[in-house]
């Protein structure tokens, strides 16, 4: 059985490559088309907040936290899809750095001449671990996002 209607689907751009893969599964396996959105999620949560109707979120628990305390989304329906990692890495010309503690990783950060990151759900995460660990005022005026 065919529906005539597609899901509407709005998912952050960190699951994209996945949903690439796994969308046209789904259409074939069930017969329902996806209609699928990518974008930022900052920007899902400003659709979806303005009464963008849609059947399903993807993105991370940054942006779904907050729909769901403004009723936007169930909390009783929200489960964890996938677990993510973030790296720190230095440009190949540069000799490995010591980063087995987080004084090393705080120095590293703050001998930085510049640095930059993610403006989604990894690089608000990464923002408030600066502030947490004191040298965020320090690192915004390096950030080069």
Do not use: W
């Not at 709005?10 to 949903?19: R, W």
């Not at 009723?71 to 490995?96: D, F, I, K, Y």
């Not at 990894?122 to 600066?130: D, K, M, R, V």
């Amino acid at each position: 059985m065919t529906s005539t209607n597609p899901l509407v689907v709005y998912s952050t751009l960190s699951a994209k490559e996945a949903l690439k893969e796994l969308v046209p599964h789904f259409e074939r396996d069930h017969g329902q088309h996806l209609d699928v959105t990518y974008a930022g999620g900052s920007v899902l949560a400003k659709q979806l907040d303005s009464a963008s109707a849609g059947d399903l979120f993807i993105g991370p628990e940054d942006f779904t936290a907050e729909l769901v305390g403004k009723g936007v989304l169930h909390a009783t329906h929200r489960q964890a899809l996938v677990m993510s990692t973030t790296a720190l890495a230095v440009p190949a010309r540069v000799a490995a750095p010591d980063t087995g503690t987080l004084d090393q990783v705080k120095q590293l950060l703050l001998d930085a001449k510049s640095f930059c990151y993610s403006r989604g759900a990894s690089g608000i995460h990464f923002a408030g671990l600066l502030e947490r660990i004191g040298i965020g005022q320090v690192m915004a005026g390096k950030s080069i996002l």
